[in-house]
């Protein structure tokens, strides 16, 4: 049985803070300014995280490595589970010509840049980080907007940018999911808690995407479309993280919005018509400059009917399986084979003498988002027409696509499961926790800067979202404020990440120029990260702790 010290290093806990701060500042670095792959940044990073276990903290390397393996599973599922099957449902649609369809669909909406912006890249944007996440929103994103006429940098920074309110309920809240599992904290009320923050920011992310298209003029002329997916956007995601379903909240957000502005430009459109270049045909890495016969041929030939409805098909059994999985009796049967086990020869007693629950281990196969999503993928492919050695080789192409990022998202939940098994993440806790009060201001900036170098939400979650708990306990604040800001931060820190930054270059044929995207999007970051460090220190006080659950 391992029992966590706090204070290790020469009983300071100063000085032990800086050595257990070394996994993450040798992740930061070496992603950060050395800019290696990710995948051996946190398989470098993890191995330092165990070294500081045994050698500064005296944990036993069994218990060390076991640490590390439960967080690498943890990793795989649910996690990458969910990730897996939702892309193999995207790579179908592309390989059947659905997600073409599905592109077109949005010329017809509105021919005008600036709504085409918040259509694509906010409300649909938001799909996609619904169902997938991880930097697919961003690179599907950014090449329909080139397709729609917008030049590379600008079709960047846009995908960039829209790529924020949604981030923290992405993946079928897989970033809520994992902050429950390292915070042992529900998921639901994480969740609830995200719904008041987030919201608030959706609201205003449509006007800036407008602004970036066309400056002042754009917001001048096109204010009304953008508030109005902006407040729905963010009442869906308010309600549904509230009140129906923490996975869902995304899905239903994304698709509300784009219902209500559609039906806004039924009755009206902006005094001027923003046009662009004419669409292009779409390649890898960039995009031609004249469009293919076959590209012309289907614009002068709109899609039948029926190929646009299987199009959205998936979308739509994606929800249904959702919807029906929530309904109690259905929930019940999926619920039935749960089973929460002991991690294997892991035991651990925390610094006040409590047996940890870290080593439990939830195993959850009927009813966890990765299986409903492979449910949904198999009725995707029935709808989509697509065999089953088809479908097969689609999903084989979706792990080899994924190779690299299944590695890092398993390291760095390994690394995330041995600081915190081993103490360290309660070490910086406690140290940070000197604060006092204003640490509430700092809570989201953590985020932030979790997610800037890891990329991920979800990430950052697995990394800071023990140690929040951790300073709120000692700084006299809500465990649940100070976690749930962690993720709220986080989703300002993806937009300037060096894997999405690269992820978006490479998409808009600018590799290389990664620099010149950082330069127009850290603005923004830092001006909503500033906004939502002001909201958690204004819910942390009586002005606005009403909205903690």
Same mark, same amino acid.
């Given at each position: 049985?391992?029992?966590q010290?706090?204070?290790?290093?020469?009983?300071?806990?100063?000085?032990?803070?800086?050595v257990?701060a070394?996994?993450?500042?040798?992740?930061?670095?070496?992603?950060?300014?050395?800019?290696?792959?990710?995948?051996?940044?946190?398989?470098i990073a993890?191995?330092?995280?165990?070294?500081?276990?045994?050698?500064?903290?005296?944990?036993?390397t069994?218990?060390?490595?076991?640490?590390?393996?439960?967080?690498?599973?943890?990793?795989?599922?649910?996690?990458?589970?969910?990730?897996?099957?939702?892309?193999?449902?995207?790579?179908?649609?592309?390989?059947?010509?659905?997600?073409?369809?599905l592109?077109?669909?949005?010329?017809?909406?509105?021919?005008?840049?600036?709504?085409?912006?918040?259509?694509?890249?906010?409300?649909?944007?938001?799909?996609?980080?619904?169902?997938?996440?991880?930097?697919?929103?961003?690179?599907?994103?950014?090449?329909?907007?080139i397709?729609?006429?917008?030049?590379?940098?600008k079709?960047a920074?846009?995908?960039?940018? %829209?790529? $924020? +309110?949604? &981030? /923290? @309920? #992405?993946?079928?809240?897989?970033p809520?999911?994992?902050?429950?599992? !390292?915070?042992?904290?529900?998921?639901?009320t994480?969740?609830a808690?995200?719904?008041?923050?987030?919201?608030?920011?959706?609201?205003?992310?449509?006007?800036?995407?407008?602004?970036?298209?066309?400056?002042?003029?754009?917001?001048?002329?096109?204010?009304?479309? %953008?508030? $109005? +997916?902006? &407040? /729905? @956007? #963010?009442?869906?995601?308010?309600?549904?993280?509230?009140?129906?379903? !923490?996975?869902?909240?995304?899905?239903?957000?994304?698709?509300?919005?784009?219902?209500?502005?559609?039906?806004?430009?039924?009755?009206w459109?902006?005094?001027?018509?923003?046009?662009?270049?004419?669409?292009?045909?779409?390649?890898?890495?960039?995009?031609?400059?004249?469009? $293919?016969?076959?590209? /012309?041929g289907?614009?002068?030939?709109?899609?039948?009917?029926?190929?646009?409805?299987?199009?959205w098909?998936?979308?739509?059994?994606?929800?249904?399986?959702?919807?029906?999985?929530?309904?109690?009796?259905?929930?019940?049967?999926?619920?039935?084979?749960?089973?929460?086990?002991?991690?294997?020869g892991?035991?651990?007693?925390?610094?006040?003498?409590?047996?940890?629950t870290?080593?439990?281990?939830?195993?959850?196969?009927?009813?966890?988002a990765?299986?409903?999503?492979?449910?949904?993928?198999?009725?995707s492919?029935?709808?989509?027409?697509?065999?089953?050695?088809?479908?097969?080789?689609?999903?084989r192409?979706?792990?080899?696509?994924?190779?690299?990022?299944?590695?890092?998202?398993?390291?760095?939940?390994?690394?995330?499961?041995?600081?915190?098994?081993?103490?360290q993440?309660?070490?910086?806790?406690?140290?940070?926790?000197?604060?006092?009060?204003?640490?509430?201001?700092?809570?989201?900036?953590?985020?932030?800067?979790?997610?800037?170098?890891?990329?991920?939400?979800?990430?950052?979650n697995?990394?800071f979202?023990?140690?929040?708990v951790a300073?709120?306990?000692?700084?006299?604040?809500?465990?649940?404020?100070?976690?749930?800001s962690?993720?709220?931060?986080?989703?300002?820190?993806?937009?300037?990440?060096?894997?999405?930054?690269?992820?978006?270059?490479?998409?808009?044929?600018?590799?290389?120029?990664?620099?010149?995207?950082?330069?127009?999007?850290?603005?923004?970051s830092?001006?909503?990260?500033?906004?939502?460090?002001?909201?958690?220190l204004?819910?942390?006080?009586?002005?606005?702790?009403?909205?903690?659950?």
């Amino acid at each position: 049985m391992y029992r966590q010290v706090l204070d290790p290093v020469a009983h300071s806990l100063a000085w032990s803070s800086l050595v257990s701060a070394l996994p993450l500042l040798t992740l930061f670095v070496l992603l950060g300014l050395v800019r290696m792959r990710a995948w051996l940044a946190s398989v470098i990073a993890l191995a330092v995280s165990v070294v500081v276990a045994i050698w500064a903290y005296g944990m036993p390397t069994g218990q060390a490595l076991l640490a590390g393996s439960e967080g690498a599973v943890f990793g795989f599922f649910p996690i990458l589970w969910i990730v897996i099957n939702a892309i193999w449902i995207y790579t179908m649609t592309v390989e059947t010509g659905h997600f073409d369809v599905l592109r077109r669909t949005f010329t017809q909406v509105s021919d005008d840049q600036r709504i085409q912006a918040i259509i694509i890249a906010f409300s649909f944007g938001a799909l996609l980080e619904a169902l997938a996440g991880f930097g697919t929103p961003v690179a599907i994103t950014s090449v329909m907007l080139i397709a729609m006429g917008f030049k590379p940098l600008k079709a960047a920074v846009v995908a960039l940018v %829209a790529n $924020t +309110a949604p &981030v /923290a @309920f #992405g993946a079928m809240a897989i970033p809520i999911i994992t902050l429950g599992g !390292v915070t042992h904290m529900s998921s639901d009320t994480l969740g609830a808690m995200v719904g008041h923050q987030t919201p608030i920011l959706a609201v205003f992310v449509p006007l800036v995407l407008v602004f970036i298209v066309d400056g002042r003029r754009g917001v001048a002329q096109t204010w009304v479309a %953008a508030m $109005t +997916a902006g &407040v /729905a @956007f #963010g009442l869906a995601q308010w309600i549904t993280s509230n009140h129906l379903s !923490v996975p869902l909240t995304d899905i239903v957000a994304s698709l509300f919005s784009v219902v209500v502005l559609v039906a806004l430009l039924r009755v009206w459109q902006p005094g001027e018509t923003l046009g662009g270049p004419e669409p292009r045909t779409v390649v890898a890495g960039g995009a031609a400059d004249e469009p $293919t016969p076959e590209f /012309a041929g289907r614009v002068a030939r709109p899609d039948a009917r029926a190929e646009v409805v299987r199009a959205w098909a998936p979308y739509a059994i994606i929800i249904a399986v959702f919807v029906l999985a929530q309904i109690n009796p259905i929930k019940g049967w999926l619920d039935e084979p749960t089973r929460t086990v002991n991690w294997p020869g892991l035991h651990i007693t925390g610094a006040s003498g409590k047996v940890s629950t870290l080593p439990q281990f939830k195993i959850n196969w009927l009813n966890a988002a990765g299986t409903l999503l492979l449910i949904s993928g198999v009725l995707s492919a029935i709808a989509l027409k697509v065999g089953v050695v088809r479908a097969l080789r689609a999903y084989r192409a979706t792990l080899v696509q994924l190779r690299w990022a299944i590695v890092t998202v398993m390291a760095v939940l390994g690394l995330a499961y041995v600081m915190n098994a081993s103490g360290q993440t309660i070490t910086l806790g406690t140290w940070m926790a000197g604060a006092g009060g204003f640490f509430a201001f700092l809570s989201p900036v953590l985020g932030w800067l979790g997610t800037a170098v890891t990329g991920s939400d979800t990430s950052s979650n697995s990394l800071f979202g023990a140690l929040q708990v951790a300073a709120a306990g000692k700084a006299n604040l809500s465990p649940l404020l100070m976690a749930a800001s962690n993720s709220s931060g986080g989703v300002l820190g993806k937009m300037v990440s060096p894997q999405n930054l690269a992820i978006a270059a490479a998409a808009v044929g600018m590799d290389g120029k990664e620099g010149d995207i950082f330069r127009r999007v850290i603005l923004w970051s830092l001006v909503f990260l500033a906004g939502m460090c002001v909201l958690a220190l204004l819910q942390s006080v009586a002005v606005l702790s009403w909205m903690v659950p």
